[in-house]
């Protein structure tokens, strides 16, 4: 008798922390759960599943649970969560009991930044659109709002250099609430353009023609303004024609950013060249000419150029009609300063008569001339 007691003392210590299940019929088992029916528990709670089975009338021959005895219950997913304890006594009698428990969300949401992106640099009126979206962390409720003053595919403005901010509010279904800012930079990185209108690119001016040069620098109309612009002349002021050959004019621009740019046309300057004059005629035509005697090359350069206008291995001789076989023509420059005109006196051989030959001249500048001749007794 004494023995008995002391089990019944035991097992009432035992269960003295465990809660029964409702709803067991007068004689059917009685469950014991760990926990409170419907009671809250904040999320990653460290909640360990308990339970026992007892029969006021018999032996339990079964307790088992939805899960294990001494598992951990899941605190991690938000919500109302349910566990099932199957009890069976030796009679046959069972009782199925089922008790809540509920998590609640204590996680805070959070947003996820796409466009502009946090301590990103973005190019002064580059095309972009608020590109942001807000999420609940694993086991959380969901989202119940995501807002900001510049919503989701809004244009960003970048028409402004400097360092701006986007603030979107987070608030999940547990009305967890998030507040999040990000920075981003809207930069000058685009060099400024220039416009050089004179010289252009490939022009051929005359020796000593007046011409004017001309150019402008523009950083835009978002840029960050012009810190300068500058050519190896001031635009306004006479271009330099002053001697022959190829030439080049350079602009620099400076925007306040700090970026440069560079720009640079070649031009050429040559003789002013007005054709020879007679006894050469209009190239291909041919002057007919005596054999043995020199032929006399006449042409102006408006001016005298001195004696040194022909490039290396010029004035030559080419038969008409041949692409190469060039040979040096022998003869004598001379100047007339009252006629301003310059005479090249090509010696020819007697053997000529019968042949056809172009007097070929490059001058220093780079510019070619042809006179042709037909050769007689």
Avoid at 205 to 224: H, R, T
Avoid at 307 to 335: E, K, N, Q
């Amino acid at each position: 008798m004494r023995k008995r007691v002391l089990v019944a003392a035991l097992a009432v210590v035992t269960l003295a922390a465990f809660t029964p299940s409702a709803g067991a019929e007068d004689g059917d088992p009685i469950v014991y759960f760990s926990f409170d029916d419907g009671a809250y528990y904040p999320q990653n709670y460290d909640l360990t599943f308990g339970f026992s089975c007892v029969s006021p009338t018999s032996a339990i021959v079964s307790c088992e649970a939805s899960q294990q005895l001494g598992s951990k219950l899941d605190t991690l997913h938000a919500g109302t969560h349910t566990v099932t304890v199957t009890a069976v006594d030796y009679d046959g009698r069972q009782t199925i009991a089922t008790q809540t428990y509920t998590v609640i969300d204590t996680t805070k949401p959070h947003v996820v930044f796409r466009t502009p992106a946090d301590g990103a640099v973005y190019e002064v009126g580059a095309e972009l659109t608020y590109d942001y979206s807000c999420e609940d962390d694993p086991g959380g409720l969901g989202i119940y709002e995501c807002f900001s003053s510049k919503p989701v595919g809004m244009p960003v403005d970048t028409r402004e250099l400097g360092t701006f901010t986007l603030e979107v509010v987070a608030v999940d279904n547990q009305f967890n609430i998030s507040q999040e800012t990000i920075t981003y930079t809207v930069a000058d990185r685009t060099p400024p353009r220039i416009t050089l209108s004179s010289p252009l690119d490939g022009a051929i001016y005359k020796l000593g023609q007046s011409a004017q040069i001309s150019f402008a620098c523009d950083d835009g109309p978002f840029g960050s303004g012009m810190n300068g612009c500058k050519g190896d002349l001031p635009s306004g002021s006479q271009l330099d024609t002053s001697s022959v050959g190829a030439k080049t004019f350079t602009v620099t621009a400076y925007d306040r950013a700090g970026n440069v740019s560079h720009l640079t046309h070649a031009y050429s300057v040559i003789y002013d060249f007005t054709g020879f004059a007679p006894p050469a005629v209009d190239y291909p035509l041919a002057a007919s000419m005596k054999a043995g005697e020199a032929v006399p090359l006449k042409f102006s350069l408006s001016g005298n150029q001195g004696v040194g206008i022909f490039a290396a291995g010029s004035p030559s001789w080419l038969p008409c009609g041949a692409l190469d076989g060039a040979t040096r023509a022998d003869g004598t420059l001379s100047y007339n300063a009252s006629a301003d005109r310059y005479t090249f006196l090509a010696s020819t051989p007697k053997a000529w008569a019968g042949s056809c030959r172009d007097l070929i001249m490059t001058l220093r500048d780079g510019t070619t001339h042809r006179a042709r001749f037909s050769f007689t007794k």
